[in-house]
């Protein structure tokens, strides 16, 4: 079946580190995915996007890897900030057709201490 | 100038009743959906929209029945509700409906609650 995972646990850090989120997938062949910032009674935010010939997609402390081999994007906030504590969204298309159709995961929740 | 807008934010009914969401996008997006993130916070596509026509409908209760009336509104009305209905629904819109086109724009959110 296809499935897509991603830290089921809360992810906690201290400030000024990297935080590091990860998102698998399978039975799926998407062509680009996306990453999603959601806070508490709010909807997703979108934050990047990368396609599946790109291998790395940076904007200000964010970066994103795609590895359509492993089947698995990782999510790099540098220089961590508390204001960076939300739910963590990963999302694919479902692959080929024509429609633009997300998939999201269950989301991982980041906490950075001060 | 809120981009997505819906209403109401929080809905609270007793099951059996009708009730409908309201959502609209001052985007210009061509494509609009409906999402339902449950207590697991799982979002979940419903429904997707591309200028007024229908264009995804995931297995769905045939109790939620979309409706749009142009391609900036996309109206959610659900009969007969059920304690399982129990969720956040989010209206989202993009520039269009091909794969790759870009990112969602998420409205807040409406929470209802079946008692």
């Known amino acids: 079946s296809q499935k897509i995972e991603q830290n089921s646990e809360a992810l906690n850090i201290q400030e000024g580190k990297t935080a590091t989120l990860t998102c698998n997938y399978t039975?799926?062949?998407?062509?680009?995915l996306q990453w999603y910032r959601q806070d508490p009674g709010r909807g997703p935010v979108f934050l990047l996007l990368?396609?599946?010939?790109?291998k790395e997609k940076r904007k200000e402390r964010l970066k994103v890897t795609f590895d359509t081999t492993l089947k698995q994007s990782l999510f790099h906030i540098t220089a961590s900030q508390p204001a960076d504590s939300a739910t963590y969204l990963c999302a694919l298309d479902k692959g080929g057709g024509a429609t633009n159709k997300l998939i999201f995961g269950t989301g991982t929740l980041l906490a950075v201490q001060p | 100038d809120t981009a997505v807008s819906q209403t109401p934010k929080y809905l609270v009914t007793q099951m059996g009743n009708d009730k409908s969401i309201k959502c609209e996008q001052n985007l210009g997006h061509d494509t609009m959906y409906w999402y339902k993130q449950d207590s697991k916070k799982f979002l979940k596509i419903m429904f997707s929209?591309?200028?007024?026509?229908?264009?995804i409908n995931e297995t769905v209760p045939n109790r939620f029945s979309p409706k749009s009336p142009d391609k900036a509104h996309l109206n959610l009305h659900i009969n007969s509700l059920e304690l399982g209905d129990s969720a956040v629904y989010f209206c989202?819109?993009?520039?269009?409906?091909?794969?790759?086109?870009?990112?969602?724009?998420f409205g807040e959110g409406s929470r209802l609650t079946v008692l």
């Open positions: 989202a819109s993009s520039r269009s409906r091909g794969v790759g086109t870009g990112e969602l724009f």
């Open positions: 039975n799926y062949s998407p062509a680009y």
């Open positions: 990368i396609r599946e010939n790109e």
């Open positions: 929209y591309n200028n007024k026509e229908l264009i």
